[in-house]
């Protein structure tokens, strides 16, 4: 059965880090991108960034360029964001979702639950 678990959210203060991870389950990195998505209260969803498993390209979209930082552990099966200088505007619940092929812009075909993430003071 595909999983994906999103953990790491919290409660941080502006210029704050947080790192978010997604433990897959059910198949393998090697053969899947995946993204992370956003969703901030009120507004449409977002992809944040997403890492190809065809060459290992990382993409980003351009507000979290120079602060977001995707990575992947093929031993664990996991995929990192790690999110330094956050802002408010980062608040929202986070998801990581598969892609439907080794590239990223494919459909997205699994889903996580989601883990909030709040930055304020």
């Known amino acids: 059965q595909v999983q994906l678990v999103e953990s790491g959210g919290g409660l941080v203060q502006p210029g704050g880090s947080l790192r978010l991870s997604c433990a897959a389950s059910g198949f393998t990195l090697d053969y899947y991108a995946i993204a992370w998505f956003r969703q901030a209260p009120g507004k449409e969803r977002e992809g944040v960034s997403c890492f190809s498993a065809s060459d290992g390209t990382t993409y980003y979209v351009d507000s979290v360029k120079g602060r977001f930082t995707i990575s992947k552990d093929n031993a664990k099966n996991t995929v990192y964001l790690q999110m330094n200088s956050l802002k408010p505007d980062d608040t929202g619940v986070y998801y990581c979702?598969?892609?439907?092929?080794?590239?990223?812009?494919?459909?997205?075909?699994?889903w996580g639950q989601g883990t909030l993430v709040t930055v304020s003071s």
């Open positions: 979702a598969r892609s439907s092929g080794r590239g990223c812009g494919s459909y997205n075909d699994a």
